[in-house]
């Protein structure tokens, strides 16, 4: 009889890298823990930009150890396109996205894969602003700032109550479900949660830490990305509404620069 691990005891954890050949080691040697601790099977799948900082070799020897493996990409760069492609890679049916820089516990992974063992469940978020959740006390104000303005931004969107966080699970037939996903940014959970039409989210509170170590890849370039990205998002989910709101605005552009030339 063929055995086949059910989805909640199984998962491919996908960890987007640039440049962060210092942190694999305890990313790794922590998940693998977390697993075995919780009796979850898991593979690990470094999708890397050709950082060029020693991530081969060090994945290379991890391996030996540790269920995990590197792809390397030459081809492509991004956050959100190197998620979707160790999707494509993946061996089990739940996924878990976690960034490499240790801001998310690992500790927490088996916690994300039980919450998709509810069969309804669809979407599962580790979250920094829901009851139990909280953000390591030196994250600058700014950052905190700029996070809040952006979760206002993409409320209509959605109920979670960390919609850009990037720690996340899904099954994978919400990825092979979801339409025209377009991974622009580094908003991959919020672009899945609405392209995949998720209706049963589950929340697991985290602390949110501060990088271990290497340097932070997020942009005020990218920050304004995500302003491009929200504006398709928002055509996605209400395509009528965003042209009545153009018209609208048109109309009382229109009607003022009338009322000022006579
Ligand atoms: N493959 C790939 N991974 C990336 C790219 N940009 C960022 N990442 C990874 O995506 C994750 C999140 O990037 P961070 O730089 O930590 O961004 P952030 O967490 O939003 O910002 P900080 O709070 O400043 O760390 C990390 O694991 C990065 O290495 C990229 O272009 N390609
Ligand atoms: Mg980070």
């Known amino acids: 009889m063929l055995f086949m691990q059910s989805a909640e ?26 697993a075995r601790a919780a009796g979850i099977t898991i593979e690990i799948i470094i999708v890397d930009d050709d950082s060029q900082d020693g991530t081969i070799e060090v994945v290379e020897r991890l391996a030996a150890k540790h269920p995990v493996r590197l ?12 998620v979707l492609r160790g999707f494509a890679e993946a061996k089990y049916d739940s996924l878990v996205v976690m960034d490499a820089d240790l801001q998310h516990p690992p500790e927490m992974v088996p916690e994300l894969v039980a919450g998709l063992g509810d069969d309804a469940c ?18 600058p104000m700014h950052r905190r700032l700029v996070s809040w303005g952006a979760k206002q931004m993409a409320r209509p969107l959605t109920p979670l109550s960390d919609p850009l966080s990037g720690f996340f699970a899904i099954p994978k037939s919400v990825w092979r479900r979801a339409k025209r996903v377009d991974p622009i940014g580094y908003k991959i959970a919020l ?6 039409g998720c209706r049963n989210p589950v929340e697991v509170p985290i602390k949110f830490e501060t990088r271990a170590a290497g340097s932070s890849k997020l942009t005020l370039a990218e920050q ?13 989910r209400f395509p009528v509404l965003v042209w009545i709101v153009i018209a609208v605005a048109l109309l009382i552009l229109g009607g003022g620069a009338w009322w000022v030339m006579l």
Not at 15 to 25: D, G, K, M, S
Not at 123 to 133: L, M
Request: proline share 3%.
């Open 9 to 34: 005891t199984a998962a491919s954890v996908i960890v987007p890298t640039y440049r962060e050949a210092e942190n694999i080691p305890a990313l790794v040697e922590r998940t693998s823990a977390a």
């Open 122 to 139: 669809d979407f599962v978020i580790g979250t920094r602003y829901a009851s139990g959740g909280e953000i390591v006390e030196d994250w």
């Open 224 to 236: 304004l990305r995500y302003v491009r990205h929200l504006w398709r998002l928002y055509r996605f």
């Open 71 to 82: 792809i390397t990409r030459t081809d492509e760069r991004g956050l959100s396109s190197a």
């Open 191 to 196: 672009e899945l949660y609405v392209k995949g």
